[in-house]
């Protein structure tokens, strides 16, 4: 690679059908325009199955296991962005880029664990020159547990992800009217409140992502209600398929008490479909006013009514459905790589 490479850290692509997976690969996209706009070199650092993702006319560091033990220098590089906070791929630079997503391990973790995590990101928030966050959420939490030394901090929202490909139906359609969540099913996602808004009505309940053991409780919850022949756990769907489930679900859920940003909280307000999210981390910031939002405490009762009273709202009217993808769209991917290279330039030209 050529003189004053910038290195995007993509190795978070290793896991599929995560928002960090999505974040690294529009990003990457954007940044590979600007790169060609500014006709300044651009490296991504990826695992092999990526190289030449986004053009053979970049450069491409291909990650290696055992890069969390040591990355070998190369002097093409002169700026390398670290897009997950608590990274161990981190090589030493002339300038260091650090985007910060979020701090769910205070959400999620047992105490005792919190003090680990934020030690981690206060060594890479040490060694970076500009600190970015994806959220205003996530730069106060910065604020009040790591020291920043007085190091540019900034945020830059992710964007919406638009796809342009087939929208393709599953093979096993929904017999009935569904409601739609997506997401890695952990505890975080909290997926397990949302069986009891089945009762006393005919939706199903479609739940996509990464599984794991955490689906028995919301089987628990479901059966707890009766209502387990019509929630259905369906593991990874394609993005073809996940477009059918968002354009054609009756309303989308999420329910997260530890968010960085929500990417499937926008594609649904692209489908202009009423959306319902818990009040925790950055989702009110990204739902605003085009969202409703479930009580804290997860009471059934009330988020029963909640539901009804916002699927009333939203049939009569209460939510344009217009300014609802407007606000969508305006959460920009080229926007956000336009950004970031401006970050890029001034870093290099100092």
């Known amino acids: 690679m050529a003189e004053n490479t910038i290195i995007l850290d993509c190795e978070r692509m290793r896991n599929p059908n995560t928002g960090l997976y999505f974040f690294c690969d529009k990003l990457a996209d954007g940044l ?3 790169s060609e706009r500014h006709n300044r070199p651009m490296g991504f650092y990826v695992p092999k199955r990526f190289k030449g993702r986004w053009g053979f006319g970049h450069g491409y560091k291909i990650f290696h296991n055992f890069h969390k033990l040591f990355i070998p220098q190369d002097t093409a590089y002169k700026l390398w962005h670290t897009t997950f906070q608590l990274s161990s791929y981190v090589p030493t630079s002339d300038k260091l880029v650090l985007t910060v997503h979020d701090l769910n391990f205070l959400y999620e973790k047992r105490r005792e664990k919190h003090l680990k995590y934020i030690k981690k990101l206060q060594q890479l928030v040490d060694r970076a ?23 540019p901090l900034e945020v830059i929202y992710n964007g919406c992800n638009i796809y342009s490909g087939e929208i393709v139906p599953p093979v096993n359609k929904p017999e009935h009217p569904f409601l739609f969540t997506i997401g890695t099913i952990l505890p975080k996602k909290n997926f397990h409140v949302l069986p009891c808004l089945l009762k006393n009505n005919d939706y199903e ?19 707890r209600y009766g209502v387990q022949d019509r929630v259905r756990i369906i593991g990874n769907v394609s993005e073809a398929e996940k477009h059918w489930y968002l354009k054609n679900c009756e309303a989308f859920m999420f329910p997260s008490i530890a968010e960085g940003f929500g990417l499937p909280v926008l ?14 981390t950055c989702l009110p910031e990204i739902g605003s006013r085009f969202a409703y939002y479930f009580n804290s405490e997860f009471n059934e009762r009330e988020m029963r009514e909640e539901f009804e009273r916002g699927m009333n709202d939203f049939s009569r009217g209460g939510i344009d459905k217009e300014e609802m993808k407007e606000h969508a769209l305006q959460f920009s991917w080229d926007a956000a790589a336009k950004r970031y290279w401006e970050i890029y330039e001034k870093l290099l030209n100092e």
């Not at 009040?144 to 030394?149: F, G, L, S, T």
């Not at 479609?206 to 028995?216: D, H, P, Q, T, V």
């Open 129 to 151: 020159d500009y600190v970015v966050t994806i959220s205003e959420t996530t730069r106060k939490d910065i604020l009040k547990y790591i020291n920043i030394r007085n190091k």
């Open 267 to 280: 594609e649904a307000m692209y489908y202009k479909k009423p959306v319902f999210l818990s009040s925790y």
């Open 205 to 223: 309940l479609i739940i996509a992502g990464n599984r794991s053991e955490y689906e028995e409780r919301i089987m628990q919850e479901a059966q």
């Open 32 to 34: 590979s325009k600007e």
